[in-house]
T-cell receptor, first 111, second 115 residues
Framework: AQSVTQPDIHITVSEGASLELRCNYSYGATPYLFWYVQSPGQGLQLLLKYFSGDTLVQGIKGFEAEFKRSQSSFNLRKPSVHWSDAAEYFCAVSGYSTLTFGKGTMLLVSP | NAGVTQTPKFRVLKTGQSMTLLCAQDMNHEYMYWYRQDPGMGLRLIHYSVGEGTTAKGEVPDGYNVSRLKKQNFLLGLESAAPSQTSVYFC??????????????FGQGTRLTVV
């Protein structure tokens, strides 16, 4: 069965600073990987996804993620964080029929 | 374009009461899911469906039942609610694509409190 680990429960970043959120996955075959964002009281919105090909994936809102098979990782990055990026971020892996999520990382943005 | 719609958005139940949460999608997706979200636990899969008339258990199915009588609807039932079922419930749907390389679309959630 697939699994996802997000090691950081909370991260605080200063506005304008760079961001990296970590995600490690476990899956026996070629993984299909996703990052979602959830603003308070809202549903989940897709930021980006990786299926195959280029290991650096671009998403919405200036986010990108890099797939590293050797490290079983799919870390999310953004060069300059805005206050509106404060939210909870979830990494997910697609299995045979299901979509498995990590426990999430809460991003706090300080002025 | 409605996407995935969940009804109701909020509900308070007394222990032992029953209720049904409705999820409706207008994207003709085959796969539908019910998740629960609890602080520090992420989203955990309750039940899912790979097509009309099918259902399967997820990670935390106990205390819940589901039905998918129509392709566009996926119902989640609580027969006898317990305080441990206090949570935010999310429905999602996705197309099958090529070996499920498709994103899931989520509803806005149902906040359920069991007292």
């Amino acid at each position: 069965a697939q699994s996802v680990t997000q090691p950081d429960i909370h991260i605080t970043v200063s506005e304008g600073a760079s961001l990296e959120l970590r995600c490690n996955y476990s899956y026996g075959a070629t993984p299909y990987l996703f990052w979602y964002v959830q603003s308070p009281g809202q549903g989940l919105q897709l930021l980006l996804k990786y299926f195959s090909g280029d290991t650096l994936v671009q998403g919405i809102k200036g986010f990108e993620a890099e797939f590293k098979r050797s490290q079983s990782s799919f870390n999310l990055r953004k060069p300059s964080v805005h206050w509106s990026d404060a939210a909870e971020y979830f990494c997910a892996v697609s299995g045979y029929s299901t979509l498995t999520f990590g426990k999430g990382t809460m991003l706090l943005v300080s002025p | 374009n409605a996407g995935v719609t969940q009804t109701p958005k909020f509900r308070v139940l007394k222990t032992g009461q029953s209720m049904t949460l409705l999820c409706a999608q207008d994207m003709n997706h085959e796969y539908m899911y019910w998740y629960r979200q609890d602080p520090g636990m992420g989203l955990r899969l309750i039940h899912y469906s790979v097509g009309e008339g099918t259902t399967a258990k997820g990670e935390v199915p106990d205390g819940y039942n589901v039905s998918r009588l129509k392709k566009q609807n996926f119902l989640l039932g609580l027969e006898s609610a317990a305080p441990s079922q206090t949570s935010v419930y999310f429905c999602a749907s996705r197309d099958t694509g090529e070996r499920l390389n498709t994103e899931a679309f989520f509803g806005q959630g149902t906040r359920l409190t069991v007292v």
